[in-house]
């Protein structure tokens, strides 16, 4: 996603994968609101679309099962399943077809940086030159243990076994087991996946060695332990184990070098929002870094990426950390879980927790003003069309119901749409390439001290 971004400004690309292939499990991953609307942002969510599956908005807190609250503001208001290497795929695509390189096969071993950019060193020994460096390498990243940025928090205490296997017994039977384990167990499933095939989770006996993959006797003892029964499981398709460490990188940005998604912070995966906050975070650091190559970026512009995004992702980490505690079964977690279940019955705690977990109501901190100041602006309609069609360049773009405004010098980085709806209930808008809004006026003066602010001199 942040090559992508890149490219969209003609900065040259190089991803590094370790990897040859895709990883042999499929784990299907949800995109939230918020993720829907940068791919309608960028002209990609009818192709990711056909790969996956909608289901109704709700019961994502802790998977309490209460249905969405009314009103969401997103004209994206569901959750996409996706296979995960399938969005890996479509996104590689079309960060290649925009023009990125992607070298398979090669592990950053080494880095070291001066005062014009950073030379990588592959596992093999070859020597590559960049302006830039940013780490995408997940949980155990690599660059983030080379640049010495300490990942605080708490290791794994809980663990969780996923795989697909086969079963020897019948549908219905697994169906009543299911609804009587989960009453209490509610880390536990068993769901068919297609020709014979269940996707089983269940609670792991303790914490395991890290990278070591469980056996199928592993999942035999804890289903019997946990249901009763083995459910006759057989033939595993493939069998993995996740735990709930939960720790976020002390700093984004070493100089010339950045850390995004895992690789700066990692927590379990309940209400399914890590790979969300990774291309979040993608889509706010893609302009500014593009920015920064090719010179325009205003001083502090840069540095604005962890300012905006660390907070979030701690946040993530601490409604985590609260939606863990709540699968707990012991009896004082339950009892909150039963609170927080009727609490649910009030739109305003459900639309809270389902912003949280969507990241639709996610606002950075940009300065004093209306409320809408910070926050992303929904796909309303403009009269040509919606707004995000008009978002697909990665600019920015200036929203003018007065019609007597200019974006100026700045109209290379920046478009403007006069009279562009009704929907819009303050004068004049300004979006950054982000679709956050970065300033709410009717002054040109002010709107010119704004645009220097955010996408620096005029031309
Ligand atoms: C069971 C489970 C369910 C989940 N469900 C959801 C969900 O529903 N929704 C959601 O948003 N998230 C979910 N997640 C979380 C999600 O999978 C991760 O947050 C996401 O994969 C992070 O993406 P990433 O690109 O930052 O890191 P990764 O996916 O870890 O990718 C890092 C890449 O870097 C490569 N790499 C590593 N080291 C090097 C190196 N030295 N040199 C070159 N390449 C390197 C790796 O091969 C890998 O391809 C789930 C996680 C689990 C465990």
Redesign the pocket.
């Known amino acids: 996603m942040l090559a992508a971004e890149l490219r969209l400004h003609d900065v040259r690309v190089l991803v ?4 040859t292939e895709p990883p042999s499990f499929v ?1 299907i ?2 995109l939230h609101s918020r993720s829907l609307e940068l791919m309608a942002m960028r002209g990609l969510l009818e192709r990711i679309r056909e790969h996956g599956r909608q289901r109704p908005a709700g019961g994502f807190f802790a998977a309490i099962p209460a249905p969405a609250p009314p009103g969401l503001d997103s004209a994206y208001a569901y959750l996409l399943g996706i296979p ?1 290497p399938v969005i890996v795929r479509l996104l590689e695509d079309h960060a290649v077809a925009l023009g990125a390189q992607v070298r398979h096969g ?4 080494g880095l070291a940086q001066d005062s014009d950019g950073v030379t990588v060193e592959l596992a093999d020994g070859e020597r590559l030159r960049s302006r830039y460096l940013v780490g ?4 155990r ?2 660059v983030r243990k080379l640049l010495g940025v300490g990942f605080p928090g708490e290791p794994s205490r809980v663990e969780t076994l ?1 795989g697909e296997m086969e079963v020897g017994v019948p549908p219905e039977e697994i169906a009543a087991a299911v609804t009587a384990v989960r009453e209490t167990e509610h880390r536990f499933w068993l769901r068919p996946f297609g020709a014979g095939v269940y996707s089983v989770v269940v609670p792991a006996a303790g914490v395991g060695e890290r990278g070591k993959p469980p056996t199928l006797e592993d999942f035999r003892r804890q289903l019997r332990a946990i249901a009763g029964t083995d459910f006759g499981v057989h033939s595993p398709r493939w069998l993995s184990r ?1 735990g709930d460490a939960t720790r976020l990188a002390e700093r984004y940005r070493v100089g010339r070098v950045l850390l995004a ?3 700066a912070h990692i927590h379990p ?1 309940i209400g ?7 291309v979040q975070d993608a889509v706010n650091l893609g302009w500014k870094l593009a920015a920064q190559v090719r010179g325009w970026a205003p001083g502090t512009l840069l540095d604005t990426y962890q300012a905006e995004r660390q907070p979030v992702a701690a946040d993530v980490l601490d409604n985590t950390r609260a939606q863990m505690e709540l699968l707990s079964p012991e009896p004082g977690p339950q009892a909150v879980r039963r609170l927080l279940t009727e609490l649910m019955d009030f739109d305003e705690v459900n639309r809270h927790l389902t912003e949280k977990v969507t990241a639709t109501g996610v606002r950075y901190d940009i300065g004093e003003g209306p409320d809408l100041l910070g926050r992303r602006l929904r796909d309303i309609e403009v009269k040509q069309g919606h707004l995000y069609g008009l978002l697909h360049r990665g600019r920015g773009l200036l929203l003018d119901r007065t019609e007597r405004l200019t974006v100026g010098g700045w109209s290379d980085r920046v478009d403007y749409l006069g009279d562009p709806t009704a929907a819009l209930d303050v004068p004049c808008v300004l979006l950054r390439p982000d679709g956050h809004v970065a300033w709410i006026g009717d002054d040109q003066q002010d709107l010119d001290d704004h645009l220097s602010r955010w996408f620096g001199r005029p031309s």
Request: net charge negative; charged share 20%.
């Open positions: 590094l994968e370790k990897e784990r991953v949800g995960q090669c592990a950053v071993a995408c390498d997940g949980g990243s690599t996923m996740f998604g895992d690789a995966p399914g929002q890590g790979l969300n906050l990774g």
